[in-house]
T-cell receptor, first 112, second 113 residues
Framework: ETGVTQSPTHLIKTRGQQVTLRCSSQ?????VSWYQQALGQGPQFIFQ???????GRGNFPPRFSGLQFPNYSSELNVNALELDDSALYLC???????????FGPGTRLLVL | GESVGLHLPTLSVQEGDNSIINCAYS??????FIWYKQESGKGPQFIID?????DKRQGQRVTVLLNKTVKHLSLQIAATQPGDSAVYFC????????????FGRGTSLIVHP
């Protein structure tokens, strides 16, 4: 186990709704990244937080937003859900000066 | 043998054989590369990494080879076991920056007992 936990494990929403996914990083890790993984594809980078500030963002629209808290846990919020948002959402944590990141088990989101 | 299906490329091997999984990366400036293993229902798990100043690195039963000339990575798994069945991803990144990896599409490895 990596020590990175995510909740919930599965979620079903309908189009137009909003969702919040949560991630608890490994102890001591101050950097958290979020990824979207569609079926049969590799993870796609959404954004990264370092010490509560966003310091990198992939090609995702503004309706994907995030937060990092003082304890370095993190949230991913998605507004106005679309069918194509159905995917596995992964978070990964690491320390700021190390390259190796550790992934959580993911949250499987289904948008109907 | 190796085949490219409608979705994920798949490599089928017999238990005990050696497996070779290939990956082409896109950015010639990338200088740090990682292989991940993803089992069904789990997040990607770090296997081995290599920097661009090396062309080979060995771990326990795994070896990564890097050919910067043709932007190619391979992962060799010795004496493949049923527990090695998973999807394998290579990822590239630039060190000295935000260490944000770009993942390849992945290869599904199926090990037959």
């Amino acid at each position: 186990e990596t020590g990175v936990t995510q909740s919930p494990t599965h979620l079903i929403k309908t189009r137009g709704q909003q969702v919040t996914l949560r991630c608890s990083s490994q102890s001591g890790h101050n950097t958290v990244s979020w990824y979207q993984q569609a079926l049969g594809q590799g993870p796609q980078f959404i954004f990264q937080y370092y010490r509560e500030e966003e310091n990198g963002r992939g090609n995702f629209p503004p309706r994907f937003s995030g937060l990092q808290f003082p304890n370095y846990s993190s949230e991913l919020n998605v507004n106005a859900l679309e069918l194509d948002d159905s995917a596995l959402y992964l978070c990964a944590s690491r320390t700021g000066n190390q390259e190796t990141q550790y992934f959580g088990p993911g949250t499987r989101l289904l948008v109907l | 043998g190796e085949s490219v299906g409608l979705h994920l490329p798949t490599l089928s091997v017999q238990e005990g054989d050696n497996s070779i999984i290939n990956c082409a990366y896109s950015n010639s400036a990338s200088d740090y590369f990682i292989w991940y293993k993803q089992e069904s229902g789990k997040g990607p798990q770090f296997i081995i990494d290599i920097r661009s100043n090396m062309d080979k690195r060995q771990g326990q039963r795994v070896t990564v080879l890097l050919n910067k000339t043709v932007k190619h990575l391979s992962l060799q798994i010795a004496a493949t076991q049923p527990g090695d069945s998973a999807v394998y991803f290579c990822a590239e990144t630039l060190s000295g920056g935000s260490y944000i990896p770009t993942f390849g599409r992945g290869t599904s490895l199926i090990v037959h007992p």
